[in-house]
């Protein structure tokens, strides 16, 4: 069945870096952009930013600008989220989501979530 | 900034029906979308393109827009719809956030 699988909980320490992975499977991983929203704790989601798993190409939302890197892995099938200098702030859980094809930034398919804390 | 708002909590009784408003202005009109999400559990897509359902969403999950805001509306509200629900705008003119997510509404089935 189409999903994607994130992995595992993350624990770091202030200033350090986080990458997070999304394994895409049941479709073909480079016919669909890939979104990243975080949730912070009993907060609602907001918005990272989008990777064209096709072409590499990127789009940030303005917070995330120049800490915020998607890349992605063609022959895995897999995304990654990496987020650097972690503060207390970027402690939530962030979500891998598939957009539609057919529908400008819409999302049908999301990742079960990654919990990054971020504790000294 | 731009900015979707929705009311923080709407609780109804089994049986009735829930209206859960999303509203900015302007509205950006290229796609507004639904989600819900039950506690611990990552959003699931419950509207798209403003009123068109996804496969497995239940036909009491309705969609509609109307000027500066758009309504998620659930008929005959069941104890399973409880939980956060968010809409979800999308705009490619580069004038507004390519994407936005109001603030959620916290559903309580009575």
């Known amino acids: 069945q189409v999903q994607v699988v994130q992995s595992g909980a993350e624990v770091k320490k202030p200033g350090a870096s986080v990458k997070v992975s999304c394994k895409a499977s049941g479709y073909t991983f480079t016919d669909y952009y890939m979104h990243w929203v975080r949730q912070a704790p009993g907060q609602g989601l907001e918005w990272m930013g989008w990777i064209n798993p096709n072409s590499g190409g990127t789009k940030y939302a303005q917070k995330f600008q120049g800490w915020v890197t998607m890349t992605r892995e063609k022959s895995i099938n897999t995304a990654y989220m990496e987020v650097s200098r972690v503060t207390s702030d970027d402690t939530a859980v962030y979500y891998c989501?598939?957009?539609?094809?057919?529908?400008?930034?819409?999302?049908?398919?999301w990742g079960q979530g990654t919990v990054v804390t971020v504790s000294s | 900034s731009y900015e979707l708002t929705q009311p923080p909590s709407v609780s109804v009784s089994p049986g009735q029906t829930a209206r859960i408003t999303c509203s900015g202005d302007?509205?950006?009109?290229?796609?507004t979308s639904w989600y819900q999400q039950k506690p611990g559990q990552a959003p699931v897509m419950v509207i798209y393109?403003?009123?068109e359902r996804p496969s497995g969403i239940p036909e009491r999950f309705s969609g509609a827009s109307l000027g500066t805001t758009v309504t998620l509306t659930i008929s005959g509200v069941q104890a399973e719809d409880e939980g956060d629900y968010y809409c979800q705008s999308a705009d490619r003119s580069g004038t507004y956030p390519e994407v936005l997510f109001g603030g959620g509404t916290k559903l309580t089935v009575l």
């Open positions: 393109k403003d009123s």
């Open positions: 989501a598939r957009e539609m094809a057919t529908v400008f930034r819409a999302f049908d398919i």
């Open positions: 302007p509205l950006p009109k290229k796609s």
